[in-house]
C-alpha cells in the first residue's frame, strides 16, 4: 500500500491555491457570467415579471448618444490623466532621487496624499474648491481673479484632474525605486560623452525604466477608465452622493452605469453597459501590450553585458 | 518657468561648466520642492483649519483664515451628532475581517504558486496576473445583483468571501517573497518529516512577517477607506465610518454643516495618518514589489 514519495504531491499545490480558485469562480466568473444573462433581460432589480429581451439592451446602447458622450469624456478624461500622472510621477521622482536636505521629509509630504481615503479626500478638496470659503478662491482673489465655481460645469472637469493628480505619490515610490535600480555609470558615462541631463533622462534613464513606465501606463489607464467614486463625490451637493447630482462634465461611464442601475432600475441594461465596457477596456489593454514592444526596453542579460564590459 | 528653460540652456553650455550649475540648481529646486508641499499639504491643513472654525468664520468674507477660537465643539458635535464610535467599530471590524482573511488567504496562495508545482500552475498564474487587469468595479455590481438575491445584502459576509478568495495583487506579493527562499530550508524540512502545511506554518509564514505586515496595512487602509462597497452592500444603519461621514452632518434643511463633517473627516482620518507615519516603509515596500517585478 505503500505509495511512491513524491516531492510535490499534486494535490498540495491545489488545495494550496484552492482559495483563490473557489474566490475566482464565484467571486469573479460567476457574477460575471451572471450580470451577462441579466444584460440580456429587462430586470429592474426586483421585480419578479422579468423577460428575456435578447440583445435589444446591446443594440440600444449602440443608439445611446448619452452613453457614447459618457465614453467620450472618459476616454478624455484618461488621456489627459494618464500622461500628467506619468510624468508627474516621475518628475517627484527624479526630484526625491537627488541629494537633498530632509529629503525624507519630502518623499513623505509627497507620498501622503495617495493614502488618503477617498471620502476624506473628497470632503478636502470640496473644502478647497468652495466658491465663497475655499481658499483656492481667496488666494485667486489676491490677484484679482474673480471667484471662480470649480465644482459646476465645465471647471468640475479639471478640478477632477487636479485632485486626481494629487495623488500622484504612490507612483512617484515605484518610479524611485525604478530609477534606483538604473546604474549610475550609465548615466556617468553619457555625462562625459557631453549629453546634458535632459539629454540623459531621455535617452538614458527613460529607457532603462521603461517596463515600469509601462507597467504604470497600463495600472493607470484601467484605474482611470474606471473611475467613479471621485466623480460622484466631488460635487457641490450634500448627503448622500448619488449619479443624478454628478455634473455633466463628470459623467463618467461608471458615473452612467451607476445612474442605469439605481435611478433608473435598470439592471439588464446596466449590465450590457458593464460587458461593452468590459470589451472596451480589454480591447485597450491588447493594444497597448502589443504597443509596448516597440518602446518598452528589455534588458536581457545584465551580467553577460557587464562581464563582456570589463573584459 | 525657469524649470523648464535651464536645461536647455545647460545642454548648450560647454561640459566644463557642469559643477557650476550643480551648485546653482539646489534653489530652484526647492523652490519647486515647496510649492509642491503646499499643493499636498494645504488640503489637509485647511481641513483642520475648517474643522476649528464656527460655521460663521468658515462662511465669512472676506476669508478668515485662522479661526479665532478653536472650536474643539466642531469634533464633540462630530462624535455625537451621529453614532460615530459606532460607525468607526464597524469599520474596524470589517477592516480587520478582510485583513486577517485576506492576508493569510493570499499567503498561502502564493506559497502555493512559489514553492509547489503541479500540472496547469502556469496557465493559472497568468490567470491570477490578468485578474489584476479586471477593473473591480465590473464585478462589484453583478456581485451586488446576485448577493441581492441570495441575503447576502446587508451582511458581512462579502467581506468573509472576499478575504477568503485571496488577492491577487497580494499572492503576487507573497509569491514573490517565498520563491527567494533558499531551497536547502525546505529540504531540511523534508528530512525532519515536515509536511507541506507544517513546513507553511511553521517556517515560511513566519519568515514572512513583512509580508505579512505589508499586507495586512494595506488591506486595512484599503476597506477602512473603501466607499462603494460598503455604500452598495450595507443599509445606513450597519455601514462604515467612510459611508457614513458622507450621509449624516446635516442641518435641518437637509445641508451638511462643514464645519463638523471636516472635524468628523480628520478624525476619520487620523487612523490612516498615524498608520502611515509609523509604517511607512511597510507601504513604500509594497509599491516597490508591485513595480519593480510586475
Known amino acids: 500500500m505503500a505509495r511512491k514519495w513524491t516531492r510535490y504531491p499534486k494535490k498540495t499545490f491545489y488545495a494550496f491555491i484552492g482559495p483563490w480558485a473557489i474566490g475566482f469562480v464565484l467571486l469573479t466568473a460567476v457574477p460575471m457570467l451572471y450580470g451577462f444573462l441579466v444584460s440580456l433581460t429587462n430586470f429592474d432589480g426586483s421585480s419578479p415579471r422579468w423577460k428575456w429581451v435578447g440583445l435589444r439592451n446591446y443594440l440600444e446602447l449602440f443608439n445611446d448618444g448619452d452613453a457614447w458622450a459618457a465614453l467620450g469624456r472618459t476616454m478624455a478624461f484618461t488621456a489627459i490623466v494618464v500622461p500628467l500622472s506619468v510624468a508627474g510621477s516621475l518628475g517627484l521622482a527624479l526630484i526625491i532621487n537627488r541629494r537633498l536636505r530632509a529629503v525624507g521629509l519630502w518623499r513623505t509630504v509627497f507620498f501622503l496624499p495617495s493614502v488618503v481615503p477617498v471620502v476624506a479626500m473628497a470632503i478636502m478638496w470640496k473644502l478647497v474648491f468652495n466658491k465663497d470659503a475655499g481658499i483656492l478662491n481667496a488666494v485667486l482673489g489676491v490677484v484679482g481673479i474673480g471667484p471662480i465655481d470649480w465644482l459646476v460645469d465645465p471647471t468640475v472637469f479639471y478640478s477632477l484632474i487636479t485632485v486626481m493628480l494629487w495623488g500622484l505619490g504612490g507612483g512617484m515610490v515605484i518610479m524611485l525605486a525604478a530609477l534606483q535600480g538604473v546604474p549610475v555609470e550609465l548615466e556617468e558615462a553619457a555625462v562625459v560623452d557631453g549629453a546634458g541631463r535632459w539629454t540623459v533622462l531621455r535617452h538614458v534613464t527613460v529607457p532603462m525604466i521603461s517596463p515600469i513606465l509601462f507597467f504604470q501606463v497600463i495600472t493607470m489607464v484601467i484605474g482611470s477608465l474606471q473611475i467613479f467614486v471621485q466623480p460622484l463625490l466631488l460635487t457641490n451637493s450634500s448627503g448622500i452622493a448619488g449619479a443624478g447630482t454628478v455634473p455633466e462634465s463628470n459623467r463618467m461611464y461608471m458615473v452612467q452605469v451607476y445612474q442605469e442601475f439605481f435611478l433608473s432600475n435598470r439592471f439588464g441594461y446596466g449590465s450590457a453597459m458593464l460587458w461593452i465596457f468590459f470589451i472596451i477596456i480589454l480591447g485597450l489593454t491588447m493594444v497597448l501590450l502589443r504597443s509596448s514592444r516597440s518602446w518598452v526596453h528589455y534588458e536581457v542579460d545584465t551580467d553577460a553585458e557587464r562581464e563582456g564590459a570589463t573584459k | ?294
Open chain 2, 1 to 294: 518657468m525657469t524649470v523648464t528653460t535651464r536645461p536647455r540652456a545647460q545642454r548648450a553650455a560647454p561640459p566644463t561648466s557642469h559643477t557650476a550649475k550643480n551648485r546653482r540648481r539646489p534653489a530652484t529646486v526647492y523652490i519647486l520642492i515647496l510649492a509642491l508641499s503646499i499643493f499636498f499639504v494645504g488640503p489637509f491643513l485647511w481641513l483642520v483649519l475648517a474643522a476649528l472654525k464656527t460655521p460663521a468664520e468658515w462662511a465669512s468674507l472676506p476669508i478668515s483664515v485662522l479661526p479665532e477660537h478653536a472650536q474643539w465643539s466642531n469634533f464633540v458635535a462630530a462624535l455625537t451628532d451621529m453614532n460615530f464610535l459606532g460607525y468607526a467599530g464597524n469599520s474596524m471590524i470589517l477592516a480587520t475581517i478582510y485583513s486577517v482573511l485576506v492576508t493569510l488567504s493570499s499567503a498561502a496562495v502564493g506559497f502555493g504558486f512559489a514553492r509547489l508545482t503541479a500540472p496547469g500552475k502556469k496557465a493559472l498564474f497568468v490567470v491570477i496576473l490578468s485578474t489584476m487587469m479586471i477593473p473591480q468595479i465590473l464585478t462589484l455590481l453583478p456581485t451586488y445583483v446576485l448577493f441581492s438575491r441570495i441575503g447576502m445584502v446587508n451582511t458581512y459576509w462579502p467581506w468573509v468571501l472576499w478575504g477568503l478568495a485571496a488577492s491577487p495583487y497580494l499572492v503576487f506579493l507573497f509569491r514573490q517573497f517565498f520563491a527567494a527562499i533558499p531551497r536547502e530550508l525546505e529540504d531540511a524540512a523534508i528530512i525532519d518529516g515536515a509536511g507541506w502545511l507544517r513546513m507553511f506554518f511553521t517556517i515560511f509564514l513566519p519568515l514572512s512577517r513583512p509580508v505579512l505586515i505589508t499586507s495586512f496595512l494595506l488591506s486595512f487602509t484599503g476597506t477602512w477607506g473603501d466607499y462603494i462597497a460598503p455604500a452598495l452592500f450595507l443599509d445606513l444603519d450597519r455601514t462604515t465610518l467612510a459611508v457614513a461621514i458622507t450621509a449624516w452632518y446635516q442641518d435641518p434643511h437637509g445641508n451638511v454643516i462643514p464645519t463638523v463633517q471636516a472635524a468628523g473627516a480628520v478624525m476619520y482620518i487620523i487612523p490612516v495618518l498615524l498608520i502611515f507615519f509609523f509604517t511607512q516603509r511597510y507601504f513604500i515596500r509594497s509599491a516597490v514589489g508591485s513595480g519593480v517585478k510586475g
